[in-house]
Nanobody, 125 residues
C-alpha cells in the first residue's frame, strides 16, 4: 500500500493563507505523478494541482496564481501553498498519487490511484 497522510487544514478568513502537506509512505523519487484534489459538499472531486517527478506542474484555472504545489524528495512530502483564499475554496482536500505500471512494479503494488483521508479547509469570516 501507499499511505498518504494530509495535514495543515483548518479555518481561515478570506484573503488568508494555508499550507497543506502530504506525507507519502514510499519514496516519491519513483512516483511519476502526485497532486491535490478537492471536494465541496454536493460536488464532485476536482483536480486542484499536480506535479510530476520532473517537477512539471499544472493547476486548475480557479487557483492559478494563488496556489503553488511543491514536493520534497528527501522528506517524501507534497505540499500545497494556498494564498488569497476565497470562500469558494472551502472543501475537503485530498492528496493523490498515481502509480504507473513501472512505479507499481518497483514497489510491488498495483498500478493506479492512491488517496489520503482528506483534510478540511474552510474559508469564512
Amino acid at each position: 500500500q501507499v499511505q498518504l497522510v494530509e495535514s495543515g487544514g483548518g479555518l481561515v478568513q478570506p484573503g488568508g493563507s494555508l499550507t497543506l502537506s502530504c506525507a507519502v509512505s514510499r519514496s516519491i523519487l519513483y512516483i511519476n505523478d502526485m497532486g491535490w484534489y478537492r471536494q465541496a459538499p454536493g460536488k464532485q472531486r476536482d483536480l486542484v494541482a499536480r506535479i510530476t517527478s520532473g517537477g512539471s506542474t499544472n493547476y486548475a484555472d480557479s487557483v492559478k496564481g494563488r496556489f503553488t504545489i511543491s514536493k520534497d524528495n528527501a522528506k517524501n512530502t507534497v505540499s500545497l501553498r494556498m494564498n488569497s483564499l476565497k470562500p469558494e475554496d472551502t472543501a475537503i482536500y485530498y492528496c493523490n498519487v498515481y502509480l504507473s505500471s513501472a512505479s507499481a512494479n518497483f514497489f510491488s503494488l498495483r498500478p493506479g490511484d492512491y488517496w489520503g483521508q482528506g483534510t478540511q479547509v474552510t474559508v469564512s469570516s
